[in-house]
């Protein structure tokens, strides 16, 4: 069964991340690396959707004809978690700041109509109300960024 992945608008994830990075830079030493590596992170789980080189019928073959489409296989807490974990191994300031922004996007398709999958490689699909780029998220984005607005000032004032 091949997974039609519909996401939400980019900028919806951009506040999103700069809300969770800016919520948690009051407690971290280096504050430009964490807050650079939430915003990527959260824009990372659509990469293939961001380059515009990379077809969206590209797909990614297992063994037993299983099928999965990159997007898919990005859409899930198990690439996250994997690697955050390479991270801390490797570069440990950047775990922290990965996991976060990753699965706050995670968090936030899962609330859309098509879902993700959470836990590959299990099929169960995790979805919500919103339809993408309709009132609900435009709304959620206003949010994010009065959100965003009010962090800021506390922060920065």
């Known amino acids: 069964m091949l997974f039609v992945f519909i996401k ?5 994830y951009l506040a999103l991340g700069i809300g969770v990075a800016l919520y948690f ?12 590596a939430v915003i990527v992170s959260s ?3 659509d990469l293939f ?19 999965i489409k990159p997007n898919d296989f990005l859409h ?12 801390a191994f490797f570069y440990p300031i950047l775990a922290f700041p990965f996991f976060l922004g990753y699965s706050f996007h995670l968090a936030l398709d899962s609330f ?3 879902g993700i999958k959470p836990f590959w490689p299990f099929n ?14 435009n709304t959620i984005f206003v949010m994010f960024i ?11 004032a």
Do not use: W
């Not at 959707?49 to 099928?67: C, H, M, N, Q, Y």
């Not at 899930?76 to 991270?87: E, K, R």
């Open 43 to 45: 824009m990372l789980p």
């Open 49 to 67: 959707s961001l380059l515009p080189l990379v077809g969206k019928r590209r797909v990614i073959k297992f063994t037993a004809g299983e099928v």
């Open 124 to 137: 169960k699909i995790s979805a919500g109300p919103i339809n993408p780029g309709g009132k609900v998220e």
């Open 25 to 36: 830079l009051p407690h971290i030493e280096n504050k430009l690396l964490f807050f650079c």
């Open 112 to 114: 859309s109509v098509r």
């Open 8 to 12: 939400m608008q980019k900028r919806t």
């Open 76 to 87: 899930t807490y198990t690439v996250c978690v994997l690697i955050a974990i390479c991270f």
């Open 146 to 156: 009065i959100f965003d607005v009010a962090l800021s000032i506390k922060v920065f």
